[in-house]
């Protein structure tokens, strides 16, 4: 079964071209990749991700749990902050990546399209598995969830609320109204620009926050924006997606995110993790920048010298440089800085050399303007 | 929505199209594929020389989100390429029967041409 967007209808109308993922009937564009993704790099864009999940979490040890299957420790994360981190499994690889927000006495957990289910259950079981007086609730069907993103983008939200948008800080969360509508505002996304999260509840006063945002921003030219440019947005800017860089079972030691373990508390999955972290000699997520023509996409060969040391886990071509663009697992000799690597396209040699993300500096803009 | 299709042309169902230049075949893909495709980003063009036969991979056209095989339409020799579609394959989705051609095939076997459909036949199954 593939579930539609409560949006869907609207997507219809603005000539969505629809795609499947994770379970969900998405736009993958309305008119084309490339423009939208440029449109949010330089000016402001709307996009639909209801497909992704939503979670309460909540009761008295809400903080507990959280800490103990995540691998940050959640007392450090106040009322009106929000987190990006990984669920572990025992073994320390990683169930998905998610971010969570504190709200009042409890906490909305954001897991990626089709988690959902295996993600609530995995928390449920470990709450009463440890007796941690805490529970999570499945609400992703209750929620659409709109982002703005885009240099424009908190301009053209102000327009929309009373709010000083200015202090809503990154990573912050609260209630807010946005024309009207009770919501969720987070200074947090996928895109690596300025831009908001709205959680919206209940779904039917979707439709009309989502028209008034495309009125609102229509001055700066708003386009609502597919999944296809959000992926270009997000490997531009070296971030994960969990389906492409945790499949067949990741570490996030492996997958560059130690930077979000807090190591300083219990954790599943912190034992492993010790281990792996003492050994050193894991293969590890590693950005790559084509020299030669030519696309990688997942699943292609890395090799140096003919041997192989790695493979693609998401690959494009990257609208802002126009050069292919590559994340993928290499072994540890082969990934310092401008090592030059061969991508095996469609059995043949693409040269990339090995980069520090992002692909596409915050300073893109302004050196594109300056060069004009 | 409606894509042009051009009368003088031959087609085929794989949304090739085919422009018979005295013993040469001129091809590209129609004004249908390109739109699929949208923004054509990269073309690995066919090598000058290299035969082919009628089926077979000509050369490979990729999007930002998919990567789409096209097929030689006729057997025989390519003897051309459309060097411009490296720097600037967008020319494809601007102008797919004329500046986007991608390759010429001399015809080896002019009886292929038979089972090439006409603009009223692949104007039905787009």
């Known amino acids: ?286 950005c790559l920048l084509c020299i030669d023509r030519g696309i990688p996409r997942h699943g292609c060969e890395i090799q140096k010298d003919g041997k192989k040391v790695g493979r693609v886990t998401s690959g494009t071509l990257s609208p802002c440089l126009n050069k292919g663009i590559a994340m993928g697992y290499c072994q540890p000799d082969y990934r310092e800085k401008d090592t030059v690597l061969d991508i095996i396209i469609r059995g043949k040699p693409v040269k990339a050399k090995v980069v520090k993300p992002p692909f596409v500096s915050k300073d893109w803009l302004k050196t594109k303007l300056g060069n004009i | 929505m409606s894509t042009k299709v051009k009368e003088d042309l031959k087609y085929t169902d794989t949304h090739e199209w085919v422009r018979i230049k005295g013993d040469l075949a001129q091809i590209g893909i129609t004004d249908h594929a390109q739109s699929e495709l949208t923004d054509i980003v990269f073309v690995e063009l066919p090598n000058v020389g290299e035969e082919i036969k009628k089926g077979e991979e000509l050369c490979v056209v990729e999007s930002v989100k998919s990567v789409s095989e096209i097929y030689a339409p006729v057997s025989g020799r390519i003897t051309n390429v459309n060097k411009k579609l490296e720097e600037t394959p967008e020319v494809i989705n601007e102008s797919p029967y004329d500046d986007g051609w991608i390759a010429e095939i001399e015809i080896k076997d002019k009886s292929e041409l038979d089972s090439l459909l006409d603009a009223e036949a692949y104007k039905r199954i787009i």
């Not at chain 1, 691998?71 to 169930?95: F, N, P, W």
């Not at chain 1, 999944?227 to 492409?244: C, H, Q, S």
């Open chain 1, 1 to 286: 079964m593939v579930l539609k967007s409560p949006l869907h209808k609207v997507h219809e109308k603005m000539g969505a071209k629809f795609t499947e993922f994770a379970g969900h009937m998405m736009p993958l564009y309305y008119k084309s990749i490339k423009e939208e993704h440029l449109t949010v790099r330089k000016s402001v864009g709307l996009f639909d991700v209801s497909h992704m999940s939503n979670l309460w979490i909540t009761g008295k040890e809400a903080e507990k749990l959280i800490s103990f299957t995540t691998v940050e420790d959640a007392s450090r994360i106040k009322d009106g902050m929000s987190q990006y981190t990984v669920i572990l499994r025992e073994d320390g690889t990683v169930i998905d990546d998610t971010i969570f927000m504190h709200l009042g006495d409890k906490y909305m957990m954001i897991p990626n399209a089709g988690m959902n289910k295996i993600v609530n259950e995995w928390l449920n079981e470990q709450a009463e598995k440890h007796d941690i007086c805490a529970s999570a609730e499945d609400v992703s069907r209750d929620y659409v969830i709109l982002a703005v993103q885009g240099p424009k983008s908190r301009d053209t939200l102000q327009k929309l609320t009373n709010v000083d948008l200015k202090t809503v800080g990154f990573f912050q969360c609260r209630y807010i109204d946005i024309a009207g509508v009770n919501c969720i505002i987070s200074h947090t996304g996928y895109t690596g620009e300025l831009g908001f999260e709205l959680q919206v509840s209940p779904t039917a006063l979707a439709e009309d926050l989502f028209y008034k945002i495309l009125d609102a921003g229509e001055e700066y030219g708003i386009q609502p924006i597919g999944l296809g440019a959000r992926d270009t947005l997000r490997l531009e800017k070296g971030f994960i997606l969990a389906g492409n860089e945790f499949e067949g079972g990741r570490t996030p030691l492996e997958a560059t995110l130690g930077w979000t373990i807090n190591w300083d508390h219990e954790f599943i999955g912190k034992k492993p993790l010790l281990r792996q972290k003492e050994k050193g000699d894991y293969e590890r997520l590693t």
